[in-house]
């Protein structure tokens, strides 16, 4: 800790925003979300899988709650460091730098994936695959305070699109292929909470983040708050539009339910067949979620060692993630990997180790209070 503040001693810090923050989070998260919802809710919940995000709000809140009493003031990798020392907090670090390279390389593969589905076929898979993780690159090495301006940019942008799909689709949703909801519903639709929350879980690396953040750590429980909340509430709107337009048969069939009621709105004599514009403008959302991996994966290689380079880091990353996207996911392998395991290993990094890094804390934060009250002087 001391070496890494002595780094930095005399350099003027390259600062966010806790809005900027949640809005990069966000941005990225609305690309595995449109992938995985409603498709790995609809199983469990039927019918009912428009209210899975509803239902996750506690365990978003919760695990945005855990991360932020751990990494307040430090980021998440100096905290992991304080609470559990240089060796064992070095190897829980490495299995989140793991983690973020393997969640790097599956977003490539499936960003790339993606724009091939939507009749792009001026390339190939390697080709929008090099081009998103070059792309990323560009952008992993340069400011966070600059990335942090595109993304709410981002943001913006993929907002405004969902939402001319989704009120184009609204006028048009049957309700009653969503309703009624019974109490016999209400179990399974409490279940969808979980695979819902390890969906979003995509976003727990930007815990790694707050250690650049400007602002009191009271201050950013509010923002998350706020932002955890009305995001969860507007997914489960779009949830509701996708299954009241395609019903929860023809939806959990589809690949992905979201681009294909894009393609199925229009305005006749305006615009129609909207769905390659969709898929492409949603490539923002995938190339936010890389580079916020790549940031984070800076910050965690930094605390493993002062001597570190983070732009060289962000650099090996890329190339890393790119070389796996092309050789260990072939297309089944990374829906799989997206549906099934990812969920929940995000679920696990954070939500249950956190959790146990929280309690370690507080524990050891007792035991120096109790030192110091028999009369010890404090280190």
Same mark, same amino acid.
């Given at each position: $800790?001391?070496? #890494?503040?002595?780094?930095?001693?005399?350099?003027?810090?390259? #600062?966010?925003?806790?809005?900027?923050?949640?809005?990069?989070?966000?941005?990225?998260?609305?690309?595995?979300?449109?992938?995985?919802l409603p498709a790995v809710t609809l199983p469990l919940a039927g019918k009912g899988a428009w209210l899975a995000p509803a239902a996750a709000i506690p365990l978003v809140l919760l695990g945005g709650w855990l991360l932020g009493s751990l990494s307040r003031g430090r980021g998440l990798a100096g905290s992991i460091r304080d609470v559990? +020392?240089? *060796?064992?907090?070095?190897? *829980?670090?490495?299995?989140? $730098?793991?983690?973020?390279?393997?969640?790097l390389a599956l977003r490539l593969r499936l960003c790339a994936q993606r724009l091939l589905s939507a009749g792009l076929r001026d390339g190939t898979m390697w080709f929008f695959l090099l081009a998103v993780a070059g792309m990323a690159l560009w952008m992993g090495q340069g400011k966070l305070s600059a990335f942090a301006r595109a993304g709410q940019l981002f943001l913006a942008l993929l907002l405004a699109t969902a939402g001319v799909v989704l009120v184009l689709a609204l006028v048009r949703a049957?309700?009653?292929?969503?309703?009624?909801?019974?109490?016999?519903?209400?179990?399974p639709v409490l279940t969808s909470a979980l695979p819902a929350a390890g969906a979003l879980g995509w976003g727990l690396f930007g815990a790694f983040l707050t250690g650049s953040?400007?602002?009191? +750590?009271?201050?950013?429980g509010w923002h998350w708050l706020f932002w955890g909340l009305g995001g969860c509430l507007l997914l489960t709107l779009a949830q509701w539009t996708i299954l009241g337009n395609l019903g929860p048969a023809l939806a959990g069939r589809l690949d992905n339910p979201f681009f294909a009621l894009a393609k199925s709105v229009g305005v006749e004599g305006a615009f129609q067949r909207v769905?390659?514009?969709?898929i492409a403008l949603w490539t923002c959302a995938d190339l936010t979620l890389c580079v916020l991996l790549l940031f984070a994966l800076r910050a965690m290689a930094v605390e493993l060692s002062p001597k570190i380079?983070?732009?060289?880091?962000?650099?090996?990353?890329?190339?890393?993630?790119?070389?796996?996207?092309?050789?260990?996911?072939?297309?089944g392998e990374a829906e799989y990997w997206s549906r099934v395991i990812v969920p929940a290993g995000?679920?696990?990094?954070?939500?249950?180790?956190?959790?146990?890094?929280?309690?370690?804390k507080t524990l050891w934060q007792r035991g120096r209070k109790?030192? #110091?009250?028999?009369g010890e002087s404090p280190p």
């Open positions: $800790m001391r070496e #890494t503040q002595r780094r930095n001693c005399g350099v003027k810090r390259d #600062t966010i925003s806790h809005t900027q923050l949640t809005a990069l989070v966000w941005a990225g998260v609305l690309a595995p979300a449109a992938e995985l559990l +020392g240089p *060796v064992a907090g070095r190897g *829980v670090l490495l299995i989140y $730098m793991v983690w973020a390279l393997v969640l049957r309700p009653e292929l969503v309703l009624p909801l019974w109490r016999e519903d209400v179990v953040v400007s602002g009191s +750590g009271k201050k950013g769905e390659s514009v969709v380079q983070e732009k060289p880091v962000a650099a090996g990353a890329a190339l890393v993630g790119a070389a796996a996207a092309l050789a260990a996911f072939s297309r995000n679920l696990i990094l954070a939500l249950g180790v956190p959790a146990l890094l929280l309690l370690l109790g030192d #110091t009250s028999c």
